[in-house]
C-alpha cells in the first residue's frame, strides 16, 4: 500500500497515519554524523532503534511523562501523535564528552558537578548551532513557559534514564531530546517527540567504558549493531527468546517478510542470518493473508526455523 510521505529525516521517514493527528514513523538504517558529512547504511540500526526507543518513551509515559509514542507497529514503524516540533534541540549531559569536551577543551569523561542542559537550534544550513534561552524567545522558537517545562522534562528524564541505564550496568553520559506541540481544543501542550536510542545517547559500559552508541559509527570504531543489541537486550526492549539480530532487506524474500509482518519480534542479524530471514519470510508468505505477526519464533540449533504466524 502507497502511503503519502509527509517528511524524511536523516535517520527516520514520517507518513500519514491512520487517524487525524497520528503519524507513522519509519526507522532508517542510515546512519549519518558531524550534519551528514559521514553517511553510511548499517543493516538492522533502524530496527533496533524502534525497539529502544519503544522500550525508553513506554517506560516514560508510564510514569507520567507524556510521549508521542502510541504503539510500535512492526520491526520498523512506531505509530505517533502528529506534533509541530519546536526547533531545538535539548541536549543533557553527566559526563563531558562530544562537542563539550572539544569546545571547552575537558576532558573525556569528566563527571559533571550537576546535569547541564544545553539548546540548539535545529538548523542544518547553520550546523545546529549552541544557542542561548534569550536566542530562542526571541526568534519565537519556543516560548518562556515552554523552554522551562521543556528544560524540567528533560531533567526528569535524565534523572529517570541515569537509574534506568545504570541498572543494566550502562552510564548515560549526555543525550538529546526533541519536543513537540500538540493542541486538544484551544489548549496546547509540549510532549516528548523523537527517539531516545544510541543514535541519540552516549551511553558507556559501566565496568569498561565500552562505547555503546553512534559514537562507533563517529569514531569508526565498528561494531555497532552489536554494541546497540547488547542495550536492547540489557533494556530488555527485547525478550531473551529472541536474541538473533538485524536483517539484510535487499532480498526479496525479506522484502516480502517486512511487507508482511505488523507486529514481529523476530530481528534477524548479519549476513549469516539472511537465510534464516528468508525461511521467516517463506512460511509467512503461505501462511497468512493480511497482515500477520511474527510471533514465537524459536531457533532450534543449528539454523532450524519455527515460525508461528498469527494473523
Ligand atoms: P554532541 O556532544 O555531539 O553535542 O552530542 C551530544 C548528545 O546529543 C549526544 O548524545 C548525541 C546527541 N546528538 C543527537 O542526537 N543528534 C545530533 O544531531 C547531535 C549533534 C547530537
Not at 540500526?45 to 510500535?72: D, M, P, Y
Request: aromatic content about 6%; hydrophobic content about 40%; overall charge negative.
Amino acid at each position: 500500500m502507497r502511503r503519502k510521505k509527509i517528511y524524511e529525516g536523516k535517520a527516520k521517514i514520517l507518513y500519514e497515519g491512520p487517524e487525524r493527528n497520528t503519524l507513522v514513523q519509519y526507522f532508517k538504517d542510515d546512519a549519518t554524523a558531524f550534519n551528514n558529512k559521514k553517511k553510511a547504511v548499517i543493516e538492522g540500526k533502524g530496527v533496533l532503534n524502534n525497539r529502544i526507543s519503544e522500550f525508553i518513551l513506554n517506560q516514560l509515559n508510564e510514569i507520567g511523562i507524556e510521549t508521542h509514542l502510541i504503539k510500535r507497529l512492526n520491526m520498523r514503524e512506531q505509530l505517533i501523535k502528529s506534533c509541530e516540533i519546536v526547533p531545538v534541540e535539548f541536549v543533557v549531559r553527566n559526563i563531558a564528552a562530544g562537542t563539550l569536551a572539544n569546545r571547552l577543551g575537558m576532558t573525556e569523561g569528566t563527571i559533571l558537578r550537576r546535569p547541564i542542559i544545553e539548546y540548539y537550534y535545529k538548523n542544518d544550513d547553520l550546523n545546529d548551532p549552541l544557542v542561548t534561552e534569550e536566542h530562542i524567545e526571541i526568534n519565537n522558537w519556543a516560548s518562556n513557559m515552554e523552554i522551562a517545562h521543556a528544560t524540567e522534562t528533560a531533567f526528569r528524564i535524565n534523572d529517570f534514564l541515569i537509574g534506568l541505564f545504570r541498572g543494566v550496568g550502562i552510564k548515560l553520559v549526555d543525550f538529546k531530546l526533541e519536543f513537540g506541540r500538540i493542541w486538544k481544543n484551544e489548549d496546547c501542550k509540549i510532549i516528548l517527540a523523537d527517539e531516545i536510542s544510541p543514535d541519540t545517547c552516549r551511553l558507556w559500559d559501566l565496568k569498561d567504558e565500552k562505547k555503546l552508541d553512534k559514537d562507533r559509527f563517529r569514531r569508526d570504531l565498528g561494531g555497532l549493531v552489536e554494541a546497540y543489541t547488547e542495550v536492547a537486550l540489557r533494556a530488555q526492549s527485547i525478550s531473551d527468546s529472541m536474541r538473533s539480530i538485524a536483517v539484510s532487506e535487499e532480498s526479496p524474500a525479506l522484502a516480502e517478510m517486512h511487507d508482511h509482518v505488523v507486529s514481529g519480534h523476530a530481528i534477524l542479524a548479519g549476513a549469516a542470518h539472511v537465510e534464516l530471514g528468508r525461511a521467516v519470510a517463506a512460511q509467512l508468505v503461505c501462511s497468512t493473508q493480511g497482515d500477520a505477526g511474527l510471533c514465537g519464533v524459536t531457533f532450534s540449533a543449528p539454523l532450524v526455523l519455527k515460525a508461528g504466524a498469527s494473523v
